[in-house]
């Protein structure tokens, strides 16, 4: 859950449309995808709440993300705002070309901020059902690409299906993800994923997305509701995004260590 949970393919998904929808291959529909245009600043406050098997609420959270998107490289950190218990535990993730991101977490227990290792990527980021590899996106070429269905519905979107293999199985905790990307804004809508053993282990839905106006004045569709779920433990987790600003600039220092050592934005 790259909560988050974001380079327009709009003019190339225009043109398929105009053409045809059946012509495209399954790297072509995950490149579009991974492609999407994103806005280079986010600030959204966001409601996390973590669900039992029984469907009732066990805890319900709110936090502050800032984003950046620059040079073809994402940056994110979340700030844990309530409840008292995870409050000012922060997190920083920056994506790299050619390597594994850099993710680094403030617990406010310890006082001190650590690294997560690489083999620490398939454990729960803060007691969701996210790991820290879900955190992370992809490159388009780490996997295999097939194409399962050229059209089906789901969700009300008519999406293309797609199976993506990892060509290294040591890169991913996953045996291989199915991908239902829509036709119309190139998103990832529903998306299954699959354990080692092939059974099928979490759902992601992409419950509301929105499109939306920056400050720049540039749309973007914003994925505003996502639902997470284990389907082999029952438990899930739901983001909710309650405010967001996008393309006002939020400065460099907050994507640094020493803004999650304490928690102070300068200039």
């Given amino acids: 859950m790259k909560l ?81 218990s995870v409050k000012d535990t922060r997190f920083l993730q920056m994506e790299n070309k050619d390597k594994d991101d850099d993710k680094f977490i403030f617990l406010p227990s310890l006082k001190n901020t650590r690294r997560i290792a690489s083999s620490e990527g398939s454990k729960a980021f803060m007691g969701t059902d996210a790991s820290y590899d879900d955190m992370s996106t992809r490159e388009v070429d780490e996997d295999i690409h097939e194409m399962i269905s050229e059209k089906e519905e789901k969700n009300g979107y008519t999406c293309w299906v797609i199976k993506s293999t990892p060509k290294d199985e040591k890169s991913s905790q996953y045996s291989y993800r199915k991908n239902w990307i829509d036709y119309e804004t190139n998103y990832p809508i529903y998306t299954e994923m699959y354990d080692k053993k092939g059974k099928l282990l979490k759902t992601l839905t992409l419950e509301k997305l929105e499109k939306k106006t920056g400050e720049t004045g540039k749309e973007y569709n914003i994925p505003m509701q996502e639902h997470m779920v284990n389907v082999q433990s029952g438990h899930s987790t739901r983001l909710m995004i309650l405010q967001l600003k996008l393309d006002s600039k939020v400065p460099a220092s907050v994507f640094t260590q020493n803004f999650l050592n304490t928690g102070k934005i300068t200039k």
């Fill in 4 to 84: 988050n949970f974001v380079k327009s393919a709009f003019v190339v998904s225009t043109m398929l449309f105009t053409s045809s929808l059946f012509a495209i291959d399954a790297v072509t529909v995950m490149q579009n995808a991974h492609d999407v245009a994103k806005p280079e600043y986010t600030i959204s406050r966001v409601q996390m709440d973590l669900i039992g098997k029984d469907g009732k609420t066990e805890e319900s959270r709110i936090i502050t993300e800032y984003g950046r998107d620059q040079n073809d490289l994402s940056s994110i950190v979340i700030i844990f705002n309530t409840p008292a």
